[in-house]
């Protein structure tokens, strides 16, 4: 995607050989761009959330095996490195998807060969990315096309957190198929969802759609039953952390709010995500890890002042305790379709695998006890 007019992905090779990322934790306020050297820089940046959203945390892991193997080609350093990178992020799927996935393509090379093995493996996970959402865009965008014919005009879209470009390598998963409704001319207007505690929506999804010249209006995260009440959306479309194989979709929290008063209004409720989102070993969402997260992010928000200074204050009672957990599980029975790369299906166990048939063999899946 275009920021002022140069295209950027969310995370590249740099000449130098090094990683280089767009600093989200500075947006949107100020874009700025962080250099990864070391394992250790690629685990604090997942970890502070420098970079963010299931498929890029994914493919910042598979930079941090290759910047690992750079000091340390030994079969106990990747083991090592993968250990760092999984602890980062316990909810995201592609983060140990991507682990997998280097550490099988690494598993029979020599040492010797180790780095430039890894850092084609990361790439090549970074482009497979790139497609993936942009297929995503063309199957979502068959839906807006239809709700747009049904309408006469314009489409209103609410969405939740940030599942666009900057979740992403490019494109994004909820936000591909408005990018590709608006550039082909469609109408499309978005609700973006302040999404608090830390305020993604209204930070990041607010400043994509705005370099892109997509229309939205940024709105407090309790205002999307009352404008479904309304009538004044025609349809909601999440990003999704983890979908279990029989299509539960956990994303951050708020989500399944969104869904109930989408499933009341009889709004459809889609979730966007690639096959890296699958989590084929669960079959029940209650069963995913839920992260915890600080409780500062909850009792403290940042902001520019009238003066242009980036300040944090406090907003809760000093003797006030706070939970904050990132994410929440809608059931499938609430989804009215996953939008994947390979299509469109229902968030169910046959409909996933009416577009994965290969992964037909691992059924049924026990359930956990």
């Not at 084929?280 to 992010?297: C, K, N, Q, V, Y």
Request: glycine residues 8%.
């Amino acid at each position: 995607m275009k920021i002022s007019g140069t295209h950027y992905r969310t995370i590249w090779l740099t000449a130098a050989g090094a990683v280089r990322v767009i600093d989200q934790s500075r947006l949107p306020f100020d874009f700025a761009v962080v250099d990864l050297d070391t394992l250790d820089d690629a685990a604090q940046a997942i970890r502070t959330m420098v970079v963010r959203g299931a498929p890029l945390i994914g493919a910042t892991a598979a930079y941090g095996i290759a910047l690992a193997l750079r000091a340390d080609a030994s079969d106990a350093h990747l083991e090592y490195a993968a250990r760092i990178l999984q602890a980062t992020r316990p909810t995201a799927i592609n983060l140990a998807w991507a682990l997998k996935r280097m550490c099988s393509a690494l598993g029979g090379v020599a040492p010797k060969d180790r780095v430039d093995v890894a850092f084609r493996e990361a790439s090549a996970i970074c482009d497979a990315d790139v497609e993936q959402c942009r297929s995503i865009g063309i199957h979502g965008l068959e839906i807006i096309r239809g709700l747009a014919n049904t309408a006469g005009g314009r489409v209103n879209i609410l969405t939740h957190c940030n599942a666009g470009w900057l979740a992403c390598v490019d494109w994004g998963t909820a936000l591909s198929p408005i990018y590709m409704a608006h550039d082909a001319g469609i109408q499309v207007h978005v609700w973006v969802d302040e999404t608090r505690p830390r305020n993604q929506g209204a930070a990041l999804t607010a400043f994509e759609l705005g370099a892109h010249g997509v229309p939205h209006t940024v709105i407090a995260d309790n205002l999307g039953g009352h404008l479904m009440q309304r009538d004044q959306v025609d349809m909601v479309i999440v990003g999704s952390d983890r979908t279990t194989a029989a299509g539960d979709v956990c994303n951050k929290v708020g989500t399944y709010l969104k869904a109930l008063a989408a499933h009341h209004n009889s709004v459809p409720f889609y979730a966007a995500l690639p096959v890296s989102t699958i989590d084929w070993s669960l079959d029940r969402g209650r069963d995913i890890p839920i992260e915890e997260r600080s409780p500062m992010e909850l009792t403290h928000i940042s902001g520019r002042t009238s003066s242009g200074s980036i300040e944090t204050v406090r907003v809760v009672p000093e003797a006030s305790p706070a939970l904050n957990l990132a994410f929440d599980v809608t059931p499938g029975s609430l989804v009215t379709a996953l939008i994947t790369e390979r299509g469109v299906c229902s968030a169910s166990r046959a409909g996933l695998l009416s577009l994965y048939p290969e992964r037909g063999a691992e059924w049924p899946i026990p359930l956990a006890r």
